[in-house]
């Protein structure tokens, strides 16, 4: 069965510096996508940036970055100069590239940045 | 030109009621899923429709009981509702092939006093 696991249940970081949210994962499956969302205070999911496992290349996304580590099984988070509005829960998903693809989630990691 | 929408955005109701949460995507996607979001913010599949078809059906109560009329809508009733279904419940779409992102709907918050 596929896990996520992030450790960080929150983090607080100051305005324009760079943070890494953790992620780890478990699978036995050879092809796999992985996500990243993120939740305001508002309450919808964001689509952040997503990896494929066999993407050789670290996908980013404006100053989204996904350090993609296939051998330690981990899929960090790197948002790059943090702005106030990046306050919000972070969650990581694995998505199955087989069968009924649904996403599973980590338990997600509170993000604070301040001023 | 909302992607995914869901109706109501807030629901508060009585235990014992019956109601349901409607969800509609203007993507062009042919898969539609349903997640509830719990008090601890934690993300689990209910259920997912492809093409209409039922394709994955989680450890759900039978009191839930999805619906999709069409590629574009999946809509979830629940019957006799409990303190215990308090929750969000997100609606997400995607195409059914590899590398293709899941869109979430806003939420729709269901208290249950």
């Known amino acids: 069965a596929q896990k996520i696991t992030q450790t960080q249940p929150g983090m607080f970081v100051q305005e324009k510096e760079a943070v890494t949210l953790d992620c780890t994962y478990d699978?036995?499956?050879?092809?796999?996508?992985l996500f990243w969302y993120k939740q305001p205070s508002s309450g919808e999911m964001i689509f952040l940036i997503y990896?494929?496992?066999?993407?050789?290349q670290n996908a980013t996304e404006g100053r989204y970055s996904l350090n993609f580590q296939k051998a330690r099984k981990s899929a960090n988070l790197v948002i790059s100069a943090s702005q106030l509005g990046d306050s919000a829960m972070y969650f990581c998903?694995?998505?199955?590239?087989?069968?009924?693809?649904?996403?599973?989630f980590g338990q997600g990691t509170r993000l604070t940045i301040n001023p | 030109d909302t992607a995914v929408s869901q109706t109501p955005k807030y629901l508060v109701t009585q235990m014992g009621n019956d109601k349901s949460i409607k969800c509609e995507q203007n993507?062009?996607?042919?898969?539609m899923y349903w997640y509830k979001q719990d008090s601890k913010k934690f993300l689990k599949i209910m259920f997912s429709?492809?093409?209409?078809?039922?394709?994955i059906n989680e450890t759900v109560p039978n009191r839930f009981s999805p619906k999709s009329p069409d590629k574009a809508h999946l809509n979830l009733h629940i019957n006799s509702l409990e303190l215990g279904d308090s929750a969000v419940y997100f609606c997400?779409?995607?195409?059914?092939?590899?590398?293709?992102?899941?869109?979430f709907g806003p939420g729709t918050r269901l208290l249950v006093l």
């Open positions: 990896q494929g496992s066999y993407d050789e």
């Open positions: 997400a779409s995607s195409k059914r092939t590899e590398q293709e992102t899941q869109y």
């Open positions: 998903a694995m998505r199955e590239t087989q069968g009924a693809q649904k996403l599973v």
């Open positions: 429709y492809n093409n209409k078809e039922l394709i």
């Open positions: 993507l062009g996607h042919d898969t």
């Open positions: 699978t036995s499956d050879q092809s796999y996508g």
